[in-house]
């Protein structure tokens, strides 16, 4: 595909020579002839510095300014904007062919996605999914790399997903996303608004900005429905957009809403009101921040054409979402959950959910990631203190920080409510010391890191699994 014919993709640009795209490039390291490389100021980073190398390895660019380069250039606005728009161009505009629904807030996306894609697949459907754990479509199962991948990623296998069946898309969509303008060139049928809580200040600076990420998702031009927690403060910012909606939620009015007629260790039995439209369903996944998950899956189905039939029947299909308040093991007649729970709303409402099902203590255990907003430890810790019993404070993915030093932080939070609580660095060692004090009725919740499957440690990923290590040491304490 010709240079100049990609450019006509764009709106505002300058083309300075032309040349045979054969691909697309975002690491300059690996760019060959015919490529085309991406450059962009970023905030950490000026891509342009790369866009040399790219060059003499035969590549041609897409640079914010000219650049002294004999290679062919196109000359855009907004690198990143351009990168979107051009990796749909070059992969066909896979995104033109599918319907999407876009899942955005702090906490409960890869819940909500997962609920939803089980009921439009119970519809009959052929569904793609796209999020924090992978992404899944046609039987194949891809490992993850980002919530919401990179654009050339995005779109190559948004291109995969089409040519394999692929009509419906159910995608987590991320404040980063959203700032970075990956989906720039999607126009989703569906957004739906989980929360807006305390996270990622280390990149967006403040709550306002971080918010105004996510409200994004939801303009006109950009989405045909929403979907909005009715519980949650900032759908006030939401509804000042004329796009139609509906309201959910559990505690404020809202069109649709859930009755919990019964709740265990084993989930709940609910009753759901659609708009009037009345919807019995069994969830298998504990909480009551999980019933505003379903809730608004239900919702968006029902939007999309799903009966109460399939709703019912594709969210008892959920048995578990992998390291989302997932029960893992019993253990000296204990229960063991994992979960993904790595801020200070998400830490409580498991930690509150917990807490109502546990005959004995409540025993939490979880750390603070490195070289990430700073300011939720102290808050965290303060969680932790005035809903468990006890605490084993631990290391997440300190990635660059000293995590003595991370530790100390959540300390200060936790002191200040409570002295229950012990440090144990080593996250396998912290782990074991917990199941040791494990007693009949006891609940262990293991949090922070969820299902994944590395812990980082000065820029490099080990291997590790929580879920793994639990199985492991139960087998070794037994």
Known sequence: MKLSALAKELAEKKLLGDCEVTGLCTDSRTASEGELFFCYRGSSVDLHRYAEEAASRGACIVCEHEMPLSCAQLVV????????????????????GMRFTGVTGTNGKTTTCHLLASILEASGREVGLIGTLGARFAGRAIPPDLTTPDPVSLFALLAEMKKAGVREVV????????ALKKTAPIF?????????????????????????????LFAPERCRFGVYNADDPFTRELVKWETPHILYGLEEPADAFALIEEESVEGSRLLFNLSDELCEAKLRLLGRHNVRNALAAACAARRLGASPEHISRGIEGVERVDGRLERVAAFRGAEIFVDFAHTPDGLEKSLACLKELCEGRLIVLFGCGGNR????????????????DFA???????????????????????????????????????????????????ILLIAGKGGETYQEIMGIKFDYNDKDTVKKLVGKLS
């Open 171 to 178: 995608m987590e969509v991320s404040a980063h996303a959203l």
């Open 392 to 442: 084993v404070l631990t290391s997440d993915n300190p990635r660059f920080e000293d995590p003595c030093a991370i530790l100390a932080e959540i300390e200060e939070g936790y002191r200040a409510l409570s002295e229950e609580y012990v440090a144990v660095e080593e996250r396998e060692k912290a782990i074991e010391y917990a199941l040791k004090l494990l007693g009949e009725g006891d």
């Open 373 to 388: 907003d700073g300011g939720k430890r102290k808050q965290m810790g303060e969680t932790a203190a005035r809903l468990a």
């Open 188 to 216: 989703f049928d569906v957004g739906i608004f989980t929360n807006l809580t305390r996270d990622h200040l280390d990149f967006f600076g403040d709550m306002e900005r971080y918010g105004e990420a996510k409200r994004e």
């Open 77 to 96: 606005p907004d690198g990143r904007k351009a990168m979107a728009e051009l990796s749909a161009a070059f992969y066909a505009h896979p995104e033109r």
